[in-house]
């Protein structure tokens, strides 16, 4: 993965009030830190920053600009998001160095399709793996064709790119492959659930009023 140049202005407003003005402005609340440096709060432009995470992911590097004329290699430690606005809040950024190595989390992708008559369970969709931090995978695919019912997918079954390693535990589960339930299965299991449901509801109507008592 590529870096990404971006530019940074330094702020001097702090606090939700600042934020929120910062954000206003179309730019991202960011603090950059690392490698023994003064953390330093910059505000990033959101739709540059925004348009790299579609691309790159939330292991994409970027090349950062500052106003002095430096420049700061810097990966994203933690984003906060608003769900419901879909834009970012703020942004932790940790420096690194070129051919330094960083540990991270990649988004795990299980291509193919497993045997006629089973069902994929993910069990976890991220790996922890020690790379590069220049040649960070945006993800890493694990292929699930054609297997069969109590079949599991591993972190030591994933394929890594050249350079990296693993960071997990190799006998950690990605995935269980186990038997599709039957048509009728599902049908007696919302049978049951709806049942249980109404018993429930019977059982609170049926519940007696507290008394209150007067002193």
């Given at each position: 993965?590529?870096?990404?140049?971006?530019?940074?202005?330094?702020?001097?407003?702090?606090?939700?009030?600042?934020?929120?003005?910062?954000?206003r402005?179309?730019?991202?609340?960011?603090?950059?830190?690392?490698?023994?440096?003064?953390p330093?709060?910059?505000?990033?432009?959101?739709?540059?920053?925004?348009?790299?995470?579609?691309?790159?992911?939330?292991?994409?590097?970027?090349?950062?600009?500052?106003?002095?004329?430096?420049?700061?290699?810097?990966?994203?430690?933690?984003?906060?998001?608003?769900?419901?606005?879909?834009?970012?809040?703020?942004?932790?950024?940790?420096?690194?160095?070129?051919?330094?190595?960083?540990?991270?989390?990649?988004?795990?992708?299980?291509?193919?399709?497993?045997?006629?008559?089973?069902?994929?369970?993910?069990?976890?969709?991220?790996?922890?793996?020690?790379?590069?931090?220049?040649?960070?995978?945006?993800?890493?695919?694990?292929?699930?064709?054609?297997?069969?019912?109590?079949?599991?997918?591993?972190?030591?079954?994933v394929?890594l790119?050249?350079?990296?390693?693993?960071?997990?535990?190799?006998?950690?589960?990605?995935?269980?492959?186990?038997?599709?339930?039957?048509?009728?299965?599902?049908?007696?299991?919302a049978?049951?659930?709806?049942?249980?449901?109404?018993?429930?509801?019977?059982?609170?109507?049926?519940?007696?009023?507290?008394?209150?008592?007067?002193?």
């Open positions: 993965m590529s870096e990404v140049k971006i530019s940074a202005e330094p702020r001097s407003e702090f606090g939700k009030g600042g934020a929120r003005r910062t954000r402005a179309g730019k991202v609340p960011a603090v950059l830190y690392g490698h023994g440096e003064a330093k709060h910059i505000a990033l432009p959101a739709r540059e920053f925004a348009a790299a995470i579609r691309h790159g992911g939330f292991n994409q590097v970027f090349n950062i600009d500052m106003a002095d004329g430096t420049q700061t290699l810097a990966l994203p430690k933690a984003i906060q998001r608003d769900p419901i606005k879909d834009t970012f809040d703020h942004v932790d950024l940790i420096i690194v160095r070129r051919g330094e190595k960083v540990t991270v989390d990649v988004p795990v992708q299980l291509i193919g399709e497993a045997a006629k008559g089973t069902l994929v369970m993910t069990e976890h969709n991220t790996l922890s793996i020690i790379a590069e931090a220049l040649h960070l995978p945006d993800h890493l695919d694990v292929s699930i064709e054609g297997m069969e019912a109590g079949s599991h997918v591993t972190a030591g079954d394929k790119p050249s350079g990296a390693e693993l960071h997990a535990d190799p006998e950690l589960v990605l995935a269980v492959i186990s038997v599709a339930p039957t048509a009728e299965q599902l049908e007696g299991a049978e049951g659930e709806a049942e249980e449901a109404a018993e429930a509801e019977a059982g609170e109507a049926e519940a007696p009023a507290a008394e209150s008592t007067e002193s």
